[in-house]
């Protein structure tokens, strides 16, 4: 079993839907968790990063961390063409240099 | 700007051939990662170091070779015992593991073909 399992789509909603992408991990010493974008050939770019649980909004983008459920989620609103990409979770534990990624979700945006 | 440059943006050899990949940053971080990323398989960790002078290996080191003279560098060198070392390289850095921010930055990535 993967410590981090990521659905990898691709997943294709219209232009203007609430988007919602997901990761669940295994291990709960993780208390770092971060959602990034990845253009194609490109190198991901941080969208959220979050301390251990709770919520934490940036603009149009919301990150969601359930330690009970072991379970990230990464909210979308209003989404636009523009944000086609892949999207990867991330997390790490305290006193460890090491990131776990999901496989990344493909995300289509329809216009 | 702050950030993470990665030279070059493409790169090709022969096979047989070793080739560095650069990788610096002026985010004054202490940890440095090399990352391949393949088609399907996400990202899989190379090697990282935590100050200069030291590194450690990651889950696929064999076949690739690190430095870390100073605190900026962290050049990769794909060598030719690496069986499939086609693949898109990507160089991440973060701040050190005391902090509360522990966020990870990537480089804009190079894509090594080889022949």
């Known amino acids: 079993q993967k410590e981090v399992e990521q659905d990898p789509g691709p997943l294709s909603v219209p232009e203007g839907a609430i988007v919602s992408l997901n990761c669940t991990y295994s291990n709960s010493a993780f208390q770092y968790f971060m959602w990034y974008r990845q253009y194609s050939r490109k190198g991901p770019e941080l969208l959220m990063y979050?301390?251990?649980?709770g919520n934490k909004e940036d603009g149009r983008f919301t990150a969601q961390v359930d330690k009970s459920s072991k379970y990230i989620s990464l909210f979308i609103r209003d989404s636009q063409p523009s944000d086609s990409a892949t999207y990867l979770c991330a997390m790490k534990a305290s006193g460890t240099y090491k990131y776990i990624f999901g496989t990344g979700t493909r995300l289509k945006v329809l216009a | 700007d702050g950030g993470i440059t990665q030279s070059p943006k493409y790169l090709f050899r022969k096979e047989g051939q070793n080739v560095t990949l650069s990788c610096e940053q002026n985010l004054n971080h202490d940890a440095m990662y090399w990352y391949r990323q393949d088609p399907g398989q996400g990202l899989r960790l190379i090697y990282y170091s935590q100050i200069v002078n030291d590194f450690q290996k990651g889950d696929i080191a064999e076949g690739y070779s690190v430095s870390r003279e100073k605190k900026e560098s962290f050049p990769l060198t794909v060598t030719s015992a690496q069986k499939n070392p086609t693949a898109f390289y990507l160089c991440?850095?973060?701040?050190?593991?005391?902090?509360?921010?522990?966020?990870?930055?990537f480089g804009p990535g190079t894509r090594l073909t080889v022949t």
């Open positions: 991440a850095s973060s701040i050190y593991e005391g902090a509360q921010a522990n966020e990870q930055y």
């Open positions: 979050t301390y251990s649980s």
